[in-house]
């Protein structure tokens, strides 16, 4: 049984930095794909950064909007994937989720939300 719970959210101001935290549970220990989609309201749902995990590491792809501020990490010890966010923009506001799937990263449509089995609940982020 997966689970994914989301925490870090928060509001902060133009320029500001969060770091979003997703504990994951039930997913295998390397070659799936892990990642953070974001949807603000009225638009669609938009990928953030995603990244297949490896056992030497993680095969990351960003959004074209966050490229440079944004970093995927994760802790392999605490099956726990990471978004740190900097230079936020009002633009970044949205709700975040965390999502996986038990296959590596599509490499043809790696933001594709119907590319991922499981989600989490969301954390809210507002820049201001």
């Known amino acids: 049984h997966v689970q994914l719970v989301e925490s870090g959210g928060g509001s902060v101001q133009t320029g500001g930095s969060l770091r979003l935290s997703c504990a994951a549970s039930?997913?295998?220990?390397?070659?799936?794909?892990m990642g953070w989609l974001r949807q603000a309201p009225g638009k669609e749902r938009e990928g953030v950064a995603v990244?297949?995990?490896?056992?030497?590491?993680?095969?990351?792809r960003y959004g074209d909007s966050v490229k440079g501020r944004f970093t995927i990490s994760r802790d392999s010890a605490k099956n726990t994937l990471y978004l740190q966010m900097n230079s936020l923009k009002p633009e970044d506001t949205g709700m975040y989720y965390c999502?996986?799937?038990?296959?590596?990263?599509?490499?043809?449509?790696?933001?594709?939300?119907?590319?991922?089995?499981?989600w989490g609940q969301g954390t809210q982020v507002t820049v201001s």
């Open positions: 039930g997913l295998p220990t390397r070659d799936y794909c």
């Open positions: 990244a297949t995990i490896r056992t030497g590491g993680l095969i990351s």
């Open positions: 999502a996986a799937d038990r296959r590596p990263c599509s490499a043809t449509v790696p933001f594709d939300a119907r590319s991922f089995g499981y």
